[in-house]
């Protein structure tokens, strides 16, 4: 039986719903596969995972500014030199569960695993084939650490091919499928039970807003989207996720109930039912997360980007805004100016949605097994 071991890390959600859809598609339709899923951060170095995860949140919350500086910085230079050197010593610890499992195949979502696994490889401690699935629209130098050893780059559009045949990994390694994706972003929904079970109406247009999440990030920005959707349009219907923030839901019911619309507003702390949300929405307010981008891609949707964090999201914004799939509202902008720009623009709404089905990869998840396992 051929075993595969999939490696994600805790830094952001991405890395491990990318993993997660990889392997919910082995177990579904490779069954003759022996596939484990593993936190490489928290396996090698617990303490370690711990104080790095904190910190990455630490900074994206209140010093996003220190992070983007961190993520420039650590593409060559000292910075770039430490995380090498450290993900070298860690290898050996990993070295471990390898040698014990004894992967044919080993799948990495984060660049850290693809470092100590091409480590391992070069020094001829494993033999298993190394698939990298990169999970932003840019690529950021630490995933092309020991690239000589890594044997498929999944990448989410054919500029990161370009990008990274230009840093000299060979063309034939890579693979432009997109950034994995949940199978049920290819299920069809009933569009009317979908709006009858968030109690939302069949003439309006509809807007799913992402302005909580786990930093809570540009929190003043985020309120004043929103204040202007509440209170600057007619015939809209918002779905708010607040997420774990308690805080942001509590200024979302405040700006809710001072506006014109109380009552076609729905907020929502946490859903599972992304998927089915977005099957039904016309449009999408996000922080543009790599995974997020690609799911309101594969449904469709423009995208009205707030609040990216420095360094790979800032990256992701600019790519969504270049292809007319995204626009950006940055600190300089006014808020209500374009937002009536697209709302008021039906032209320029449909043009969106047909920028967003071009770029997105549906099938993603399924493309990579294929390429991966036959």
């Given amino acids: 039986m051929k075993k595969v071991l999939i ?25 003759d596969i022996n596939v484990e899923m593993i936190d490489c951060m928290k396996y090698v170095n617990k303490h370690f995972e711990k104080l790095t995860t904190a910190a990455y949140k630490e900074m994206a919350k209140k010093a996003p500014w220190a992070w983007g500086t961190i993520y420039y910085t650590s593409q060559k230079g000292p910075i770039a030199e430490i995380s090498s050197t ?28 693809s470092q100590m696994c091409s480590y391992l490889k070069k020094h001829h401690k494993i033999e298993a ?15 092309l650490v020991g690239k000589k050893c890594i044997d498929y780059f999944f990448v989410a559009h054919n500029k990161m091919k370009e990008d990274l045949i230009k840093k000299k990994v060979p063309a034939e390694k890579i693979y432009v499928t997109g950034i994995p994706l949940s ?51 007619e015939n809209l219907q918002i779905v708010a996720i607040s997420g774990k923030n308690q805080k942001m839901k509590n200024k979302f019911e405040e700006l809710v109930n001072n506006s ?14 992304v998927p089915e949300l977005m ?9 543009p997360g790599g995974l997020t981008s690609s ?26 805004e270049s292809k007319g799939a995204g626009i950006w509202i940055k600190s300089s902008s006014n808020i209500s100016e374009i937002l009536h720009s697209l709302l008021n623009d ?27 396992l036959g």
């Fill in 346 to 372: 039906p032209e320029k709404f449909k043009q969106m949605k047909i920028n967003s089905r071009l770029l997105a990869k549906k099938y993603s998840t399924q493309d990579i097994c294929k390429i991966l």
């Fill in 183 to 233: 199978k049920r972003f290819l299920m069809h929904y009933n569009k009317d039970e979908i709006l009858e079970q968030f109690g939302l109406k069949k003439d309006k247009r509809t807007i799913l807003f992402f302005g909580g999440g786990e930093f809570g990030l540009g929190k003043s920005k985020t309120l004043k989207v929103l204040s202007s959707l509440l209170n600057d349009f």
């Fill in 279 to 287: 099957s039904v929405a016309d449009l999408v307010v996000t922080k």
């Fill in 7 to 31: 490696f994600y890390a805790s830094y952001g959600g991405g890395h491990l719903s990318a993993a997660n859809s990889i392997r919910e598609c082995i177990i579904s339709n490779y069954p």
């Fill in 86 to 113: 450290s993900n070298k010593i860690l290898a050996h610890k990993l070295n471990n569960l390898l040698q014990e499992f004894k992967p044919d195949l080993i799948i990495s979502t984060h660049p850290f695993a």
């Fill in 129 to 143: 084939k190394i698939a990298s699935i990169l999970t932003d629209f840019a690529p950021h130098e630490q995933w």
């Fill in 295 to 320: 799911e309101s891609l594969a449904s469709g949707l423009p995208i009205i980007v707030i609040n990216p964090i420095p360094g790979q999201e800032t990256q992701n914004a600019e790519f969504l």
């Fill in 260 to 273: 014109n619309m109380p009552e076609d507003v729905k907020i929502i702390e946490y859903t599972n039912h």
